[in-house]
């Protein structure tokens, strides 16, 4: 190939301003041969044979490894041709009908409040809990997602000895015979591995496992660990502490590579309260703005109202620019950029003293979030926009640095591993499985056979967390309880009742039993702590539970000094949690690894972002294989060009290129692992980028295209002109009479509004849909061919600058258009409209002629080309919504706006003399999930609703409006501060 | 456009009838050439191969085979559906449309258009079939009685395109069949003769012979070249190919509604229903063309297929160049001065995009190619009009792809954009579905004429001086006496033989007048008669009421149906349209209408003459063989006691030679 | 000259012409008829039990009414399947040695669920919703016929979708008093047409094109 893409040309372009105002990705914009070329070589037309094979093989290899746990389940085909009832009905249980336990999901040890769907005995989805202190009723994908963790056929399914099926009696009579030894020497010898404990139980039984073993040392490893964030209060306010920002209380947002958006334990409720006091500040008619700098895009910097590209290693210069201004001292000078930015948010932070909020993220260096409390702390915004409060994390274990340094010396003799899956998360530099080779009794414990669990002695399975009892502590501490919706499908058993053993060495005790332990109180009785307990178990957490906010004061250390700057020449390189699997603990959840990524819209692997300024200076293209080289080490992967990604920098993201044998997630993507530096520091200076010359492209469900002036995604700025359509203006003119009048029964007249200003992007809407719609995972191929399957899809569009864009996101599901034009061209009505305005699709007519995809100019119809439902696992099936039909290949599906809710509440309501369906009574999976409250769906015909309020907005808008196809989704167009001279649009 | 033909002969001077047929009946019954005709079966059949197992993958595992995707959800099933209906539309206009400007050169072309539209159809029925998810339950899209007590969704163009597919099926094969029907006649009297020499030499072969014969004659239905008969079949023959210029259109028009129907940018222009005819029927003459040229290389009819007629293809494909290219000046006018952005985006992405070579193939093929036929020594050259023909074709099928594939991968969403690359198993398909269509040509060469012998005959006694010359010799001789001894009654009639038509006629009308109520006269010939029919009183006998009747009840019960199905039976909400949405139904009515017309002809033509019936008197006649070949007779039957047959004999003897006089007359055992 | 067929090959030929046009219609209609006849959809046709359960005996003769068992019907989607502990809540008291109930009481003693053959399914694609029935009036033997004649219970009706649409195109016809609901030998009484549709108006009920729509059982 001849070159890489002209990006200076293509800079030019857009900043000359005869790009399009709005633009998808790079290619999109370029209008060179050259970039002709880069496509004919991304998307080679006929190398596609191997596909269907490939997907298939992997999904025998699913069937397989399920064939493993000897679970036979309902069989294929039309129909149960035997009714099997109970001996004796249980109480509660009535087959075919929802039961909601209200527990925790659980992420990176930190709980949101979930509420657990289950039908005759199976947990199917997973609902948030709207009561939850912390996570208010919103979810994230891993929330989401967990409930096919259970049913996961991949889960460790058996007490594994040296690789080889053993059984709890044996493993338990082993360490019997141990357990002596280690109770004479105290425990000498012994390390234990967890990762972040937020659980006051296991707290309670590691406690209990010290006193029994006062020599045992407690580590504590996690792929994405907090270590950075707590060591920035250390050393400002002398203990770990965890930042709370207070939105409402706030008048504008300063973030510095800030991700309180970004997946993450906090997001359900820090997204949730960002969006509840912005809303707050619109209706009164101001702007809740957000500043964001950032070295690599992320949600939150895609969100902000002014955000800036700013390296990695001047974000502390930026904060101390920051620190400076608002200690009083003069506002920097020049005209690039961040300086510009700088003085934009020193400004609004100035003005807005003791209601300003300065945040930094997860990887922000300990340097950073020092600052930023002393930064905070001189605008006087600790305290009342910032609350700290103690971690919910236990603190006082050790690091697994210190533990890889403890196994070299060999000091010690037994390893528990707990939940953790340090030979795949510790970073390359401490080569922990050669360092793990030399303890002599190795034992992990976890979800899945994992590659610790490949060098341990003893591998043994955990329950799920929807398999058992516990308890977890939210991000601001909350404690949710955790209590199992079913019993363990693969014999695991929770880790309290683990550590119980080690401590006691008696047989499991009932995980309740350690729970309630926990809580109960010697002076309580019996009674009243059952009646305390069992409150606590309907709401799902233990009120009030929260912790208090802490009064801080800053140590009287000096501001960090700068660090010396990085030495010149060599590539920035920055690590990052996966948008999607995480740290790599979720790998092998097929609904995760098909999940867009939200900046790159990449599946099934990860991929090496870099700038495009980068990319034009190494002559890298989308998919060329690099090689970055640091200290002996290596990590190759395909390259990304990343608008919004500072110069000379690269983005790594962790959770690939896992090694297990015969999983899900083997083989996909690479491993940033062996690159990554010990301790808290999540960047690395001075690396080498070369190019293999091997080309991998990665697959994307979303490519190019240009907005050929086109207002998709309107942007409102404050005090300009209505951008909505105009409201009680006459429908545009049609050939058709306007339909019949409803006749006075119709129910309802269904819409769904959705605000893109509170869409953040999580895709929290997109792996919900998916649960409750039993929507297949294709493969990567098939991905790779078009053919990915989801319902809705968030649309990503960049507008602006090519180096700095401005981003945007657009959820799209059906628009069910009252003139739709998918149903004129159906043969067989498979699809046609109700009376309530839903656009249906009757899987069962549709002979699959595609007529109606082909029509939608939204392009929302998804087609079973091959049988993509047939091949799942019995466990696997397990999962799917029984009141949702299973789409046959051959067949077309779609968004139906979860018609099975909408006649659940029918059916209520017409049983209940034909009440009126109230308001919020049917809420669709996609809105249910969304932690920003985006989607508002319900009765347009009924103008208090929800939905018709939303749809009265100036601000709301219809997709393709022109087309006439009178869309019942509509949008709230974004909001933007009012334009300021100078400013670029946004 | 007959009339434009200048230059040049259509019919070598020296063919005479029986040469005529000779000349073509060779082919079906000695196979010449049999060694390139197993070579090239052996290619198609090959080919018919992967045809199959391409359909049993497809069938397992899904059209996921293909390359189609989200967005590109029709991509090489639908371009080839609509190819190959292009084909055998144009094909079929091409025949349809000279047979009813009577153009006397058609003969050369016509029966290889009419087989092409058949053929091509047959590989077109298929793929509204195979393109299906659930290809099983492709019948849902009829109209039947079901459980489901659902009727498909009429207002939709996919179920006029099925309506219009059986329709065009049945008038092609209608069409292709009444017009053969004679020239089986002739084959199954070429048979006959042969299976009786070879009863007579005791040849091995013989029962083998027979059989072939009787197979012929089975087919044939006891066509004995009746006066009646003819005069009915040319009216038959004619009405079907009104029917079928009228289905083209409606079809025509309900493969680019299938696209027009939507909002697709580039896909609903006013214009496209024109220029699919257009490029239809371009790319049937183009393959009608090359398929022509290709029989005349093989089987050496230059005798038959004369310069004349290459000349006038030639005009042809060049007149259609040039609206072809008409069509796309406008498309490209129209939209660049008048359509929205989206359809602009879409003309751009057609010159410059990912599938910027199948555009620019599509364009260069249809509209350059034929200019080379300004040029009369082009349009002359066999080898030029074949290239220029199959690069039409080309031009046609690349044509298709790039509208359905431009506008998919991109229309209003840039989100929506899914790049599709042309995948090995659709073009599989595609090559499948031509090997289809060549065995089934080859099968057709080999055992069916394949120019029209009737067509060349009536050419031949209009044109050609050696068939005339023929004649007059023949007649000259003419010194025909009663048989002496007649064998012993109940005879079933007297049959007189003549060498042209003008004595038949005059030995008609001269017996005519004698006891019209004991005799029934008949005469039979080679060639359409229309002389005789006035003495025979069949003047004014026509078919058109039958067609005009079954044309109007069957397009008025499916309008009515439809009506009653979607306003009535079961009232669904489609796409915001009105309960009575009657336009929608027009289009599928008259392709219901077409067929319905079709069927009523086709068993007009069974009925009005009494057939099929295998066994006649008529075929005692000694020598009656050759009334497929260059014979008249005459036949009187005798319809009572009061018959008098020396009397016939009689008037018939005494009529003066060469005006009417027979070469022999007979009387006939019953 | 000789005929290349001899008469009778007339008569032949056009019999097989004649058979052919009406093996053309007679296929399908003989095709039809096999999808709709009891051999394949099960009507009338008697499953074997793990018991030989008589509705007959248990409803019709002892007037047991249909909830005792079929607990769910007026709450949810299903109707219900008795547990096995229905059943021995009198089966405890009486024929508490018969030969007959043996699988009962091994049920019971043993907590193994009894393996009833299912006589009434719909197709996956289909979501029937007892309770709503149920409550608006369409009483049980409207679906399921007069189990209380029912020695064993077989299947009263195809289910086809056709049978569905009757009612649901003509709700007036077939729904009946709150209290006739149960009433296994209903026949609609003499003022139906102008009871039905006072009882439509009165349940609420939406017929004609609302509830003939696809969604209401598709989804």
Known sequence: MTGTPDLAALREKLSGGDGPRFWRSLDAVADSPEFRDYLAAEFPSASRLAAAPERRGFLKLMAASFALGGLTACGAGGGRDYEVPYVNQPERIVPGTDLSYASSSVFDGFGNGVLVTTRNGRPLKIEGNPDHPWSRGGTDVLAQASVLGLYDPFRSQAVQQLGRPSSWAAFRAALQAQMPAWRENRGEGLALLTGPVTSPTLAAQIARLRAAYPALRWHVGAGASRDGLYEGARRSYGRPLETLPQFDRARTIVALDGDFLDLGPGQVGLSRRWIDARRAAYADGRLLTLHAAAPTPTLTSAKADHGVVVPAGRLEDLARDLLGMASGGAALGGDDPVARWARGAGKALTEARGAGIVTAGLTASPDLHALVHRLNGALGNTGTTLLHVEPAAEQGAGTLAELAEAMERGTVKALIVLGANPVYEAPGALDFAARMARVPLKIHAGLYSDETGAHADWHLPIAHPLESWGDVRSFDGTVGLIQPTIAPLYNGRTLPQMLAFLAGGGDAEDALALVKARWRSDSEDEAAFEARFSEALRRGFWADSARPAETVALTQDAAPSPAPTAPAGGIEVLFRPDPTVWDGTHADLAWLQELPKPLTKVVWENVIALSPRLAEREGVATGDVLRIEAAGRAVEGPAWILPGQADDTVTLTLGYGRDVPDHLSRGLGYDAGPLRPVGASWRLSGAKLTKTGRRSVPVTTQHLGTMEGEDLVRVQALGAAPVGDPKGAPAPASFYPPPESQDRWVAAQWGMAIDLDACIGCNACVTACQAENNIPVVGREEVALGRWMGWLRVDRYYAGELDAPSTHFQPVPCMHCEQAPCELGCPVEATLHDSEGLNLQVYNRCVGTRTCQSYCPYKVRRFNYLDYTGGMTPVEQQQRNPEVTVRARGVMEKCTYCIQRITAARITSAKDAHAPIPDGAVETACQGACPTRAITFGNVADPGSQVSAARRDPREYALLGHLNTRPRTTYLAGLAPPAEPGEREG | MAGSVTGGSLIRPDETLQGIGGTVTAIPLTHPGNRRWWIAFAGAALLLGLFLLTLGYLLAAGPGIWGNNNAVVWALDIASYDWWIGVASGSLLVSAVLLLLGAEWRGAVNRVAETLALLATAAAGLYPIIHLGRPWFFFWNLPYPNTYDLWPQFRSPLLWDAIDIVSFLVICVSLWFIGLLPDLATLRDRAHVEAMRQLDAKAPTRKLALLRAQIYGIVASGWRGSAAHWQIWVQAYRTVALLGVLLVVSVQTGASVMLAGSLMPGWHSTLVPVSFLVNAVYSGVGVTAVIVMLIRFVYGLDALVTPRHLDVLGRLLLCLGCASAYCYAAEYFDTFLNGDAQARGVLARRMTGDHALISWTAILCLVLPAQILWSARARTAPLALAAVGLLVAIGAYADHVMVLVVTLTQDFLPSSRLPYGVDVWGIATFAGSVGLFLTLLLLFLRYLPAVSIVESRRLALAEAPAAQKAAREAASRAAARPEENAGPGPFWGVSASFASQGDLAAALQAVSGLSPDHVHLDGHGPVPMPRTLRPLGLEGRSILPYALAGALLGGAGFYGMCLFATAYDYVFLIGGRPRLSWPSFVVPSISFAMMAGCVAIHLALLVLNRLPRLNHPAFNIPGFLRVSDDRFFLTAEARDERFDAARIERRLAGLPAEAGRPLEIRRIPR | ?219
Not at chain 3, 58 to 67: A, F, Q
Not at chain 3, 83 to 106: A, N, Y
């Open chain 3, 1 to 219: 000259m000789a005929q290349l067929f001899t008469p009778g090959a007339d008569a032949l030929y056009r019999l097989a012409l004649m058979t052919g046009v009406a093996c053309l219609v007679a296929l399908p209609v003989l095709g039809a008829g096999i999808v709709r006849s009891n051999y394949v959809t099960g009507v009338g046709v008697v499953q074997p039990q793990p018991v030989p359960f008589s509705h007959k005996h248990h409803s019709g003769e002892l007037g047991i009414d249909c909830r005792y068992c079929h607990t769910t019907v007026e709450k949810e989607a299903t109707a219900g399947i008795p547990p096995t502990h229905t059943c021995m809540t009198c089966h405890s008291q009486i024929w508490t040695g018969s030969d007959m109930l043996k699988p009962v009481r091994d049920s019971y003693a043993e907590d193994k669920p009894l393996e009833w053959k299912r006589l009434n399914k719909l197709p996956q694609y289909v979501y029937y919703n007892h309770s709503v029935h149920v409550t608006k009036g369409i009483g049980c033997s409207t679906c399921h016929g007069d189990v209380t004649s029912m020695q064993m219970t077989y299947r009263a009706n195809a289910f086809e979708m056709k049978f569905c649409l009757d009612c649901h195109r003509a709700p007036e016809k077939y729904v009946r008093t709150p209290d006739q609901v149960w009433n296994m030998n209903w026949k609609p009484p003499a003022d139906q047409a102008t009871l039905g549709p006072k009882l439509v108006a009165q349940y609420h009920i939406r017929g004609g094109a609302r509830l003939t729509e696809c969604g209401i059982c598709h989804r």
